[in-house]
Structures are given as structure tokens and as C-alpha cells.
T-cell receptor, first 110, second 115 residues
Framework: KQEVTQIPAALSVPEGENLVLNCSFT??????LQWFRQDPGKGLTSLLL?????REQTSGRLNASLDKSSGRSTLYIAASQPGDSATYLC?????????FGSGTKLNVKP | DTAVSQTPKYLVTQMGNDKSIKCEQN?????MYWYKQDSKKFLKIMFS???????INETVPNRFSPKSPDKAHLNLHINSLELGDSAVYFC??????????????FGPGTRLTVT
């Protein structure tokens, strides 16, 4: 059964820092991997989707990479801002079954 | 304008009651999902429907019964509510299923509290 782990569970950084969030998964037979952000009391907002055949995707200050063979993905956030404070979740798609990590709670201090 | 909407946003009820949560998407997607997020914020898939057909049914008690009257709607009915059912329930949709996978769009969630 697929297991998804996110490290660290929480991260606090000063504004302007570049940071990396990690996601690992045990079963590499995935269709894709998706990164989400969740604000307190809100639903999930999709940030990036990486297909299994891709190595990375970029959107603005966000860059997500995927190494399927080693079961790892990273989300890189450049020049962090207080508005980036949220919980970041990764999810893997195993044949249309989706497995989520428990998230990294990010706090960007002004 | 809301892409995926859920009602109600909050639901407080007593043990043993039966309740329903409704979900609607206006994105024209074929596939809809129900997820449960527990108190530790862990999200777990419960059901998925594609074109009104049940595709995934995880190990969920049969007190939970999804119903999809059409592609744009997926409702969740829960019988004989228990304390452990307290959680946030999210509805999501995606364009379709397939071997490349598709981006999922989530609703705002329904916070269910069973007392």
C-alpha cells in the first residue's frame, strides 16, 4: 500500500528565504504527483501537477521536481513571503487512487 | 462562480442521527471524489465516481453511502452517526480518470461534529 511522507512537519523561516519541502512515497508506480496548499479552515488549492514522465514543473516562484525511481519529490519556494504561510500537501495518484502526505506547515515571518 | 461547492459548511449533530452533505461542481468534470480529513489533518480518499459510476470505494463503513444523481453532483449520506465520524469532509473533482492523471479541484469542506 502506498505511503506518503512529508518532511519537515513544520517549518518557520524569515521572509525572503528560499526553502525546500520534501515528499517521499513508497510505491513508484504512479500516474502523477500533485502539490497543494491548504489555508486554515479552507479547502485545498492545487499548486503544481507533475506527470510521471516529467521531471519538474514551475509556476512563478514555485518549482516542483519528481524522481519517480527514488520515490521523492521536492517543492522549492523562492523568495518566500508571509502570504506563503499555509500547510503544503503532496498527493500521489496510484491508478486513480490518491494518497496524501500529512503536510508541512510553513510559517514565513515578516 | 465557485468551481466546487459544498453544503453545509458546518454540521453539528448528535450520535445516531442521519445526515447528508451535498457537493456540486460547475467545471464540467467527469470525476468526483469524497475525502475525509481527520483531526491530525490527514486526508484519506473515501469514494470516487466517474460519469455517475462508482469507481473507488475505500474501506469505509457501509453507513456512508455516496450518491451521484448526475455528473455535476455527488452527495454523501451518513447513517447512524458516531463520534469517530467527526472530521472535515472534502469534495473534489477532476476532468476525468486515466493513465496520465488529472489535476484535482477541491471544495471548501464540511466540518462535521458529532456530539
Amino acid at each position: 500500500k502506498q505511503e506518503v511522507t512529508q518532511i519537515p512537519a513544520a517549518l518557520s523561516v524569515p521572509e525572503g528565504e528560499n526553502l525546500v519541502l520534501n515528499c517521499s512515497f513508497t510505491d513508484s508506480a504512479i500516474y502523477n504527483l500533485q502539490w497543494f496548499r491548504q489555508d486554515p479552515g479552507k479547502g485545498l488549492t492545487s499548486l503544481l501537477l507533475i506527470q510521471s514522465s516529467q521531471r519538474e514543473q514551475t509556476s512563478g516562484r514555485l518549482n516542483a521536481s519528481l524522481d519517480k525511481s527514488s520515490g521523492r519529490s521536492t517543492l522549492y519556494i523562492a523568495a518566500s513571503q508571509p502570504g506563503d504561510s499555509a500547510t503544503y500537501l503532496c498527493a500521489v495518484d496510484n491508478f486513480n487512487k490518491f494518497y496524501f502526505g500529512s503536510g508541512t506547515k510553513l510559517n514565513v515571518k515578516p | 462562480d465557485t468551481a466546487v461547492s459544498q453544503t453545509p459548511k458546518y454540521l453539528v449533530t448528535q450520535m445516531g442521527n442521519d445526515k447528508s452533505i451535498k457537493c456540486e461542481q460547475n467545471l464540467g468534470h467527469d470525476t468526483m471524489y469524497w475525502y475525509k480529513q481527520d483531526s491530525k489533518k490527514f486526508l484519506k480518499i473515501m469514494f470516487s465516481y466517474n460519469n455517475k459510476e462508482l469507481i473507488i470505494n475505500e474501506t469505509v463503513p457501509n453507513r456512508f453511502s455516496p450518491k451521484s444523481p448526475d455528473k455535476a453532483h455527488l452527495n454523501l449520506h451518513i447513517n447512524s452517526l458516531e463520534l469517530g465520524d467527526s472530521a472535515v469532509y472534502f469534495c473534489a473533482s477532476s476532468p476525468s480518470l486515466g493513465d496520465t492523471g488529472y489535476e484535482q479541484y477541491f471544495g471548501p469542506g464540511t466540518r462535521l461534529t458529532v456530539t
